[in-house]
């Protein structure tokens, strides 16, 4: 079979983290083409990976034959971008958060099915050994019924880039439950399948993004005094209550600035199990099973081999593409996710619950 010909629209971090160097890393693709609107970091990326053909206006790149294109864009382009490459025939690989209004959602995956085309989000989560083992325990029923879920991303310091598009609502489409979060409410819906939110109270505050205290980011070229300089009109910490329609709550909160502990944690409570999740890539504290046996509580904690999930995720991708298979990327996922993190928004800007559904 031939090598499938991949494009790459946004030539910035993630592009040279994690989606070239997979995709360099595999024998089924090549990367003939790269789109960024910024020259230099288009020379850049495209020099270093050595890719052939380059495009300032990544609209001409999708006249080019390419199978694949992936999206590592800023946040509020990847509908678009994923809309227009299917209707010229490529499968997208979309950099999360996949949408940013149910409108969105909608179009997105219409466009997959009308077009035929494959679309899936790059939600490296879902690939890790952690995420696949405690999926099976949860899909066996091992955990139970699962009815009360807490999830904490939370940073010290680490807002990405004050005064860059992370922080400018309109193109980031919010602050760290939008660029964090995002990672934990997706893992969530996808492990336990709760994807029906009913009624969401959201908080979101912005108290220390100007005081420039080191440790992490914002980097220090944006200082001035004792300020920190540049444009933030998304929040710096935000929380959420969710109830699911069964009844199950979810309580997840993100921060890129807290004077807190920084965390990366999920807890699952079943009524047969617990899970207790930390970072995939936490290997000083493991994935913990809260169980019982004999009437003994028990402690598990499983040895599940390190693997690279950006390379998993490619891999993925690749195959499904290659072997016409379902992505796993699944809109009423999707849909769940965006309505979660929109309702928290929407909740704490009016001060009250939103009912989703009466929107
Ligand atoms: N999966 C993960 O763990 C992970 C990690 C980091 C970032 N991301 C996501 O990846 C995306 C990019 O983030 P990043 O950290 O690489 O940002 P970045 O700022 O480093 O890179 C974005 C690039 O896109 C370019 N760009 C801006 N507007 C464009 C447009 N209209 N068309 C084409 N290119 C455009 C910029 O010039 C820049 O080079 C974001 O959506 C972010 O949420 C995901």
């Known amino acids: 079979m031939k090598r499938l010909k991949v494009g790459i629209i946004g030539a910035g971090g993630i592009a040279q983290y994690a989606h070239i160097p997979s995709y360099k890393k595999s024998d089924k693709v090549e990367i003939t083409a790269i789109a960024d609107i910024n020259e230099e970091k288009l020379k850049y990326a495209a020099d270093k990976f050595e890719i052939p053909r380059r495009f300032i206006n990544w609209e001409d790149m999708l006249d080019e034959d390419l199978d694949i294109v992936s999206i590592c864009s800023p946040n509020a382009f990847h509908a678009l971008q994923s809309i227009k490459s299917m209707e010229s025939g490529k499968h997208v690989l979309c950099e999360k958060p996949l949408c940013l209004t149910e409108k969105e959602v909608d179009d997105v995956f219409g466009t997959s099915v009308k077009t035929g085309m494959k679309f899936m989000g790059a939600m490296p989560r879902r690939f890790s050994g952690e995420t696949a083992f405690l ?177 998993e995720e490619i891999n993925h991708f690749i195959e499904c593409v290659r072997e016409n298979k379902e992505t796993g990327t699944r809109k009423e996922e999707i849909m769940a996710v965006t309505r979660i993190i929109n309702s928290i928004y929407k909740s704490a800007e009016e001060g009250k619950p939103v009912r989703i559904g009466e929107r």
């Open 135 to 311: 999926k099976k325990l949860i899909d066996k029923g091992e955990i139970g019924e699962i009815y009360y879920i807490k999830a904490s991303y939370l940073r010290r310091r680490g807002i990405p880039g004050l005064g860059s598009w992370f922080t400018n609502k309109k193109l980031a489409g919010g602050g760290p439950m939008m660029d964090i979060g995002v990672h934990a409410i997706d893992f969530i819906v996808y492990i336990t399948g709760l994807n029906q939110p009913e009624m969401v109270m959201g908080s979101s505050y912005n108290r220390l993004s100007d005081s420039a205290i080191d440790g992490g980011w914002p980097p220090m070229e944006t200082r001035k005094g004792d300020k920190f300089i540049g444009d933030m009109d998304v929040e710096e910490i935000s929380s959420g209550f969710v109830r699911f329609k069964g009844g199950e709550t979810l309580f997840i909160e993100a921060g890129w600035a807290g004077n807190c502990e920084p965390a990366s944690r999920v807890s699952i409570l079943g009524t047969k199990a617990g899970i207790q999740m930390p970072d995939p890539e936490n290997v000083k504290n493991p994935i913990r099973i809260y169980g019982e046996t004999e009437g003994i509580l028990t402690d598990t904690l499983p040895v599940i081999p390190k693997s690279d999930m950006f390379q």
